[in-house]
T-cell receptor, first 114, second 114 residues
Framework: ETGVTQTPRHLVMGMTNKKSLKCEQHLGHNAMYWYKQSAKKPLELMFVYSLEERVENNSVPSRFSPECPNSSHLFLHLHTLQPEDSALYLC?????????????FGPGTRLTVT | GQNIDQPTEMTATEGAIVQINCTYQTSGFNGLFWYQQHAGEAPTFLSYNVLDGLEEKGRFSSFLSRSKGYSYLLLKELQMKDSASYLCAVRDTRRDTGGFKTIFGAGTRLFVKA
């Protein structure tokens, strides 16, 4: 247990569906992240929220929409996804600006788009 | 640009020592991390180096040479449970905002055999 939880753990959705991924951290951190991990590729940073304000968006397609209502919760809203979006989506949190700033990862959501 | 290179796969024997190398190119280096990721699980933080030299933590040690853009993770007394992917990640300072961005390598899959 890293103190970061994600739901659901597995998700299968069609290209016309709308779904949301949820992340919650219990570590008192002030920054949260969404990453995409595809097979044999590096972790790809999608979004960063620090102090609930989005500070980074790595040119992610608009079919992915993040929401950070407070420092403990992070959502990723999904709509009209493509099969190539199938991947493991990882949420992480850290203390923004602190020395080290190591990230603590949730278990991930395995997403399959059919 | 930013680039991180590490070997794709390595195999070692139980009880032995293995060294996983990582080379990087960044414009504003501000620290290097090693994470361990078992298959189907989230990455977990192993070590952090920001100054040159060796950081030792139990069976794991991490070395950094900033002038060479080089790091290694040293695993001693290998155990079967050490079979995992090892991710090298570099924190880079963004020129436009002065904020930080962590970039991950593709990871090295380590197989420990009996």
């Amino acid at each position: 247990e890293t103190g970061v939880t994600q739901t659901p753990r597995h998700l299968v959705m069609g290209m016309t569906n709308k779904k949301s991924l949820k992340c919650e951290q219990h570590l008192g951190h002030n920054a949260m992240y969404w990453y995409k991990q595809s097979a044999k590729k590096p972790l790809e940073l999608m979004f960063v929220y620090s102090l609930e304000e989005r500070v980074e968006n790595n040119s992610v397609p608009s079919r992915f929409s993040p929401e950070c209502p407070n420092s403990s919760h992070l959502f990723l809203h999904l709509h009209t996804l493509q099969p190539e979006d199938s991947a493991l989506y990882l949420c992480a949190s850290s203390q923004w600006g602190a020395t080290g700033n190591e990230q603590y990862f949730g278990p991930g959501t395995r997403l399959t788009v059919t | 640009g930013q680039n991180i290179d590490q070997p794709t796969e390595m195999t070692a024997t139980e009880g032995a020592i293995v060294q996983i190398n990582c080379t990087y190119q960044t414009s504003g280096f501000n620290g290097l991390f090693w994470y361990q990721q078992h298959a189907g699980e989230a990455p977990t933080f192993l070590s952090y180096n920001v100054l040159d030299g060796l950081e030792e933590k139990g069976r794991f040690s991490s070395f950094l040479s900033r002038s060479k853009g080089y790091s290694y993770l040293l695993l001693k007394e290998l155990q079967m449970k050490d079979s995992a992917s090892y991710l090298c990640a570099v924190r880079d300072t963004r020129r436009d905002t002065g904020g930080f961005k962590t970039i991950f390598g593709a990871g090295t899959r380590l197989f420990v055999k009996a």
